[in-house]
C-alpha cells in the first residue's frame, strides 16, 4: 500500500519526468570566480551573455574595495530587521543617494532599500493594493509583479503587452468604480528587451486617477541621464508614480529601492510585510551599492553607457543577418527567436561547445513556441567577443 507520505514523492517525480520529456529541464551552471564578460563556467574558459550586469560593474575594483571596506566598519550581518535594530547609517545614506538620484519624477522624493527586487514587488503591491484595488498590468510583465498582484488579492486585469488603447478602454470600463486604480508595468521587459510607452502610461494613469507602478529593473543605471533610471528618460514626473530600481543588474551589487513621495515610502516602512518580517540585508552590501551609484553617475558611468550602446548597434546589425528572428530591441537584452524547444537547445549546445554562454529561454518564461536565446550586452563585452557571436553564429 503507498503510503500517504509518498503520493508527494511520486508527483514530483513523474512531474521532473514531464519536464524532461519536453526538453524544459533546467540546469545551473557554476562560476569560479568573478562574474564578467570572461569568465570560468563550469571549469571552462567562456564569454557570458547570460548576465544582467549590463554596465559590468560586478566585477568593478572600486566597488569590490568598497564591500570589504563596508564589512570592516559595519560587520557581517545587519543583525536585526529594518524596524528592530538592523538599520545600519549605510542603508539610510543609501536612501538619501536613491531618492537625490532617481527621485526626480516627483516632489519631495524618499527611498526605501530592500534586499531584493522580488521583495521590492511584493512589498509594493500588497501595500499598496488590496481587496477592492483594482489593478491593470501588463501581460508580459515580471513574475514577482504577477506574484505581488495575487498576493494583494486585488481584482486583476491584464492587458495586452504595451497595449495603450486596450488599456483606456478598460479603465475607461470602471470609470463609475471608487476604487483605488494601479497600473503595474516593466519600464524594460526582461524576454523582449523591448521599453513600456511609460510617456502614455502616465497620461493615462492621470486621466482616470490610477497610480503607476514601473518596476525599472532593466532600466536603473543604464537609462536616462546619468543612468537615473526609465522615468528620468523621457522626464516624466507626477505625484502618482511609484519607481522600483533594482541594484543586483547594472548596479552589479545586490538589493532593490522602491522611489516615491515620501508619505507612499512612509507608509511602505509602516505596513509592508516583505520589508518589515525580514533580517535587514548586510550593511556592506549597501556601503558598496553607494559606490556604484557614484559610478554609474560620473563619466566613467557615461563612457561605460556609451560603449554598452555601441554594442548594442553591432549586435541589432548582427542579428539582422542570421536566418532567425530578432526581437526589436533597443537595450542590452538581446533576444534571437528560434521557435521551437529542442531546436533553441541545440543551438545554444552549440554555441557552448565554441566557449560561448548563450541561454536558451523557453516556456513558461516565455509563450510556447517562441523559445530564444536570449543574449545580453554588457559594457564588459569587446567588440572582439562580439566578433566571436557573430562568427559563431553565421556557421550553425
Ligand atoms: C530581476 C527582476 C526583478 C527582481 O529583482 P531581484 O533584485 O533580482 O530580486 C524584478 N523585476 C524585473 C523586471 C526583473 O527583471
Same mark, same amino acid.
Not at 489593478?135 to 494583494?152: K, T
Not at 532567425?324 to 529542442?342: C, E, F, H, K, R
Given at each position: 500500500?503507498?503510503?500517504?507520505?509518498? %503520493?508527494?514523492?511520486?508527483?514530483?517525480?513523474?512531474?521532473?519526468?514531464?519536464?524532461?520529456?519536453?526538453?524544459?529541464?533546467?540546469?545551473?551552471?557554476?562560476?569560479?570566480? *568573478?562574474?564578467?564578460?570572461? =569568465?570560468? /563556467?563550469?571549469?571552462?574558459?567562456?564569454?557570458?551573455?547570460?548576465?544582467?550586469?549590463?554596465?559590468?560593474?560586478?566585477?568593478?575594483?572600486?566597488?569590490?574595495?568598497?564591500?570589504?571596506?563596508?564589512?570592516?566598519?559595519?560587520?557581517?550581518?545587519?543583525?536585526?530587521?529594518?524596524?528592530?535594530?538592523?538599520?545600519?547609517?549605510?542603508?539610510?545614506?543609501?536612501?538619501?543617494?536613491?531618492?537625490?538620484?532617481?527621485?526626480?519624477? %516627483?516632489?519631495?522624493?524618499?527611498?526605501?532599500?530592500?534586499?531584493?527586487?522580488? =521583495?521590492?514587488?511584493?512589498?509594493?503591491? #500588497?501595500?499598496?493594493?488590496?481587496?477592492? #484595488?483594482?489593478?491593470?498590468?501588463?501581460?508580459?510583465?515580471?513574475?514577482?509583479?504577477?506574484?505581488?498582484?495575487?498576493?494583494?488579492?486585488?481584482?486583476?486585469? !491584464?492587458? @495586452?503587452?504595451?497595449?495603450?488603447?486596450?488599456?483606456?478602454?478598460?479603465?475607461?470600463?470602471?470609470?463609475?468604480?471608487?476604487?483605488?486604480?494601479?497600473?503595474?508595468?516593466?519600464?524594460?521587459?526582461?524576454?523582449?528587451?523591448?521599453?513600456?510607452?511609460?510617456?502614455?502610461?502616465?497620461?493615462?494613469?492621470?486621466?482616470?486617477?490610477?497610480?503607476?507602478?514601473?518596476?525599472?529593473?532593466?532600466?536603473?543605471?543604464?537609462?536616462?541621464?546619468?543612468?537615473?533610471?526609465?522615468?528620468?528618460?523621457?522626464?516624466?514626473?507626477?505625484?502618482?508614480? +511609484?519607481? %522600483?530600481?533594482?541594484?543586483?543588474?547594472?548596479?552589479?551589487?545586490?538589493?532593490?529601492? %522602491?522611489?516615491?513621495?515620501?508619505?507612499?515610502?512612509?507608509?511602505?516602512?509602516?505596513?509592508? $510585510?516583505?520589508? !518589515?518580517?525580514?533580517?535587514?540585508?548586510?550593511?556592506?552590501?549597501?556601503?558598496?551599492?553607494? *559606490?556604484? /551609484?557614484?559610478?554609474?553617475?560620473?563619466?566613467?558611468?557615461?563612457?561605460? $553607457?556609451?560603449?554598452?550602446?555601441?554594442?548594442?548597434?553591432? #549586435?541589432?546589425?548582427? &542579428?539582422?543577418? #542570421? $536566418?532567425?528572428?530578432?526581437?526589436?530591441?533597443?537595450? *542590452?537584452?538581446?533576444?534571437?527567436?528560434?521557435?521551437?524547444?529542442?531546436?533553441? /537547445?541545440?543551438?545554444?549546445?552549440?554555441?557552448?561547445?565554441?566557449?560561448?554562454?548563450?541561454?536558451?529561454?523557453? @516556456? @513558461?518564461? +516565455?509563450?510556447?513556441?517562441?523559445? $530564444?536565446?536570449?543574449?545580453? &550586452?554588457?559594457?564588459?563585452?569587446?567588440?572582439?567577443?562580439?566578433?566571436?557571436?557573430?562568427?559563431?553564429?553565421?556557421?550553425?
Amino acid at each position: 500500500m503507498t503510503r500517504t507520505s509518498d %503520493v508527494l514523492f511520486d508527483a514530483l517525480k513523474q512531474g521532473l519526468a514531464d519536464i524532461d520529456a519536453r526538453g524544459l529541464r533546467r540546469r545551473r551552471r557554476t562560476i569560479d570566480g *568573478a562574474n564578467s564578460a570572461h =569568465m570560468t /563556467v563550469d571549469g571552462r574558459a567562456m564569454i557570458g551573455f547570460a548576465s544582467n550586469d549590463y554596465l559590468g560593474l560586478a566585477a568593478h575594483e572600486s566597488i569590490r574595495a568598497a564591500l570589504a571596506e563596508g564589512a570592516s566598519l559595519y560587520g557581517a550581518g545587519s543583525g536585526g530587521s529594518h524596524l528592530l535594530g538592523g538599520h545600519s547609517r549605510a542603508h539610510a545614506q543609501l536612501e538619501d543617494e536613491l531618492a537625490a538620484f532617481s527621485g526626480g519624477f %516627483v516632489d519631495d522624493p524618499r527611498a526605501l532599500y530592500f534586499s531584493t527586487g522580488y =521583495m521590492a514587488n511584493l512589498a509594493v503591491l #500588497t501595500t499598496l493594493a488590496g481587496r477592492g #484595488t483594482l489593478v491593470f498590468s501588463d501581460a508580459l510583465n515580471h513574475a514577482s509583479l504577477i506574484d505581488g498582484v495575487r498576493l494583494s488579492r486585488a481584482e486583476t486585469q !491584464i492587458y @495586452p503587452h504595451a497595449d495603450i488603447d486596450a488599456l483606456d478602454a478598460m479603465l475607461d470600463a470602471s470609470r463609475d468604480q471608487t476604487a483605488t486604480k494601479l497600473i503595474v508595468t516593466d519600464s524594460v521587459f526582461s524576454m523582449d528587451g523591448d521599453i513600456a510607452p511609460l510617456a502614455r502610461l502616465v497620461e493615462v494613469a492621470e486621466k482616470y486617477g490610477a497610480w503607476l507602478v514601473v518596476d525599472d529593473a532593466h532600466g536603473f543605471g543604464v537609462l536616462g541621464p546619468q543612468g537615473r533610471g526609465a522615468l528620468a528618460h523621457y522626464a516624466l514626473r507626477s505625484p502618482h508614480l +511609484v519607481y %522600483v530600481g533594482t541594484l543586483g543588474k547594472a548596479a552589479g551589487v545586490a538589493g532593490a529601492f %522602491v522611489c516615491a513621495h515620501a508619505t507612499v515610502i512612509e507608509w511602505l516602512v509602516q505596513r509592508a $510585510r516583505p520589508y !518589515i518580517f525580514t533580517t535587514a540585508s548586510p550593511p556592506a552590501v549597501a556601503h558598496a551599492v553607494s *559606490a556604484s /551609484v557614484r559610478i554609474i553617475a560620473s563619466d566613467e558611468g557615461d563612457a561605460r $553607457r556609451a560603449h554598452l550602446a555601441s554594442l548594442i548597434d553591432t #549586435t541589432r546589425a548582427m &542579428l539582422k543577418r #542570421t $536566418r532567425w528572428l530578432p526581437v526589436d530591441s533597443q537595450t *542590452a537584452v538581446q533576444p534571437l527567436v528560434i521557435g521551437g524547444n529542442d531546436e533553441t /537547445v541545440a543551438l545554444a549546445a552549440a554555441l557552448d561547445a565554441q566557449g560561448l554562454w548563450v541561454p536558451a529561454i523557453r @516556456p @513558461p518564461t +516565455v509563450p510556447s513556441g517562441t523559445s $530564444r536565446l536570449r543574449i545580453s &550586452l554588457s559594457a564588459a563585452h569587446s567588440d572582439e567577443d562580439l566578433a566571436r557571436l557573430d562568427h559563431a553564429l553565421s556557421t550553425l
